[in-house]
Nanobody, 125 residues
Framework: QVQLVESGGGLVQPGGSLRLSCAAS????????MGWFRQAPGQEREFVAS????????HYSDAVKGRFTISRDNAKNTVSLQMNSLKPEDTAIYYC??????????????????WGQGTQVTVSS
C-alpha cells in the first residue's frame, strides 16, 4: 500500500519562501510520477506541479510558474516543492500525489491514484 507523508507547511509572510517535502513508501512500482495539488477553502483541488521519474520533464500551473520548483530524489523516495515569492492566494492545503500511469490529464485530480494527507500552507502578514 502506497503511503505519502507531506511535511514543511506552515505560516509565512507574503514574499517569503517555504519548502514542502513528501516521502513515499510502500510502492512496488518501478517508475512513477509525482506531483503536488492544492485546495483552498471552498475551492476545488487544483494542479500545482508534477515531475516524471527521471526528472527530465516538469509541469507547472500558470499560477505558480516561475515561483515554485519541483524536484525529486529517487534514492530517498521523496519529492519536494520549493515555493518562493509566496502570495496570500497560495494559501491552501497542499497534497502530494503519485502514480505509475497517469490516466487522462495530469492536471486533473482524478488522474492520480495516490494522495497524501495534506499539509497546510498559510501566507499572511
Amino acid at each position: 500500500q502506497v503511503q505519502l507523508v507531506e511535511s514543511g507547511g506552515g505560516l509565512v509572510q507574503p514574499g517569503g519562501s517555504l519548502r514542502l517535502s513528501c516521502a513515499a513508501s510502500g510502492s512496488t512500482f518501478s517508475r512513477y510520477a509525482m506531483g503536488w495539488f492544492r485546495q483552498a477553502p471552498g475551492q476545488e483541488r487544483e494542479f500545482v506541479a508534477s515531475i516524471n521519474w527521471v526528472s527530465t520533464t516538469t509541469h507547472y500551473s500558470d499560477a505558480v510558474k516561475g515561483r515554485f520548483t519541483i524536484s525529486r530524489d529517487n534514492a530517498k523516495n521523496t519529492v519536494s516543492l520549493q515555493m518562493n515569492s509566496l502570495k496570500p492566494e497560495d494559501t491552501a492545503i497542499y497534497y502530494c500525489v503519485l502514480d505509475d500511469v497517469i490516466r487522462g490529464s495530469r492536471y486533473s485530480s482524478v488522474a492520480w491514484d495516490y494522495w497524501g494527507q495534506g499539509t497546510q500552507v498559510t501566507v499572511s502578514s
